[in-house]
């Protein structure tokens, strides 16, 4: 059976992201969370601290930490590191949507972040494009899946997506700037991602996305990991990128020369 309809591949490449249901089993979903908990709680020695970041307020001593799951804002580059991780980046039923979002069985990690976003304290992330820090990666053809852990909604900082806007190329700073203006103040449209627990949310690493900030009393957590074809290049003269772990095979085959 296959993995997405011929309708949802030109959903995907018409508006740069898609909404996938009830995708993971609520094992799943709870194998995952647990073991970022595990994590962010600086229970997992194997995963380095360098791969944990908290929330401003924390970082820079204007609120004591208490719970530090609670505490932090993200984790990142945890696949490589870690078993239960890596297992949720190579799930199958994931990575038969990208294979057919990307057109390829030959396919990479980038990376990948577990967001925390705790209650009244998750700070909201402006409007961005992925491939705007992740600009040593070509073609600039990326795709998130982002799973959601805790139910995402507006008043708890789901995803917004502008539609569109992956078909824009890359943009940053001044070029970006007048049509995020645009987007915060209604003049373009842009749409909200609200997803259930074991949803999972696909976006292009080009397309304008942003979340609130978490003004409920409700946890939202959710785990995106990044994904490339194997037949990818990057640019060793872009020094501004961010310098990440070397890049796992997910599936097929990998490519002399490329990423």
Not at 94 to 104: F, S, W
Not at 178 to 195: C, E, H, N, R, T
Not at 238 to 253: E, S
Request: aromatic share 8%; hydrophobic share 40%.
């Amino acid at each position: 059976m296959d993995s997405l309809s011929a309708g949802q591949i030109a959903e995907f490449r018409q508006h740069g992201f898609l909404v996938v249901e009830n995708e993971l089993s609520a094992e799943e979903v709870a194998a995952v969370g647990e073991r970022g908990d595990l994590i962010a709680n600086g229970q997992a020695q194997h995963v380095p601290e360098s791969s944990v970041q908290l929330e401003p307020i924390f970082r820079d001593g204007q609120r004591v930490v208490e719970d530090r799951a609670l505490a932090v804002r993200k984790l990142y580059n945890l696949a490589v590191y870690d078993p239960v991780m890596w297992a949720h980046a190579t799930n199958a039923k994931i990575v038969d949507i990208i294979a057919a979002l990307l057109g390829t069985e030959d396919l990479k990690m980038y990376g990948d972040q577990f967001f925390m976003k705790a209650p009244e304290t998750g700070t909201a992330q402006p409007w961005h494009q992925d491939s705007a820090s992740w600009r040593d990666i070509f073609p600039m053809d990326l795709v998130t899946a982002w799973a959601a852990i805790d139910d995402a909604t507006p008043d708890n900082g789901c995803l917004h997506f502008a539609p569109g806007t992956h078909r824009w190329g890359m943009m940053r700073g001044a070029q970006s700037a007048p049509f995020i203006a645009d987007l915060d103040s209604g003049k373009w449209p842009s749409v909200p991602a609200p997803l259930k627990s074991g949803s999972i949310s696909f976006h292009h690493s080009l397309i304008l996305h942003h979340s609130g900030a978490n003004h409920s009393r409700l946890r939202r957590r959710g785990y995106a990991v990044h994904y490339m074809r194997a037949s990818s290049w990057k640019d060793e003269t872009v020094t501004d990128a961010p310098k990440m772990p070397p890049f796992k095979q997910v599936r097929g085959d990998s490519i002399l020369g490329r990423v």
